[in-house]
């Protein structure tokens, strides 16, 4: 039985399992087992980063910074391997969910990432190295005078 505040909500994009465990079962396993005890403690640190990394992009980048650098993300740039498709089926609105803007500017800049050479976009989307390019050496086609780019 779930009981509680919740202070936020989550939307699946793919096929998921939840499992619950409740507060006695996991402490008793991170006592018991060492080696998930690890593994835990590292997702712990690695999603703290990740959400000081989240806040620090909300505060002090543009909407257009922050959909390049989740594009990168959701394409698993910087991981083993290539890049790869985004193959969820990820609508503009929850791209504008997940940077906070609205899904008339994700359509603008993903048009701009478009002829820009930055993406395919075509059913699936898919970055290119150019993007990871543009964000990392800050050229002027990402963020150029973004207050004449309001849609």
């Known amino acids: 039985m779930l009981l509680g505040l919740r202070i936020a909500t989550t939307t699946a994009m793919e096929e998921c399992v939840i499992t619950s465990i409740t507060k006695e079962a996991m402490i008793a396993v991170l006592h018991e087992e060492t080696r ?12 703290n980063s990740r959400i000081e ?10 909407s257009e910074r922050r959909l390049a ?6 394409a698993h740039f910087g991981k083993e391997g290539s890049p ?9 609105e929850t ?8 899904r008339s500017r994700v359509s603008f800049f993903m048009n701009k ?7 395919s976009y075509n059913g699936k989307i898919e970055v290119h190295n150019s993007l990871l390019n543009a964000v990392l050496h800050e ?8 207050s004449t780019s309001k849609v």
Request: hydrophobic fraction near 50%.
């Open 36 to 47: 998930f005890s690890e593994l835990f403690m590292a997702y712990l640190l690695t999603r």
């Open 95 to 102: 791209l504008a969910e997940m940077i906070g803007t609205t």
């Open 113 to 119: 990432f478009r002829k820009l050479g930055l993406i």
């Open 84 to 92: 790869q498709p985004i193959l969820v089926d990820i609508s503009q």
């Open 53 to 62: 990394e989240d806040l620090i992009d909300q505060l002090f980048n543009s």
């Open 139 to 146: 050229k002027p086609q990402i963020d150029r005078d973004e």
């Open 69 to 74: 650098r989740l594009l990168l993300l959701l």
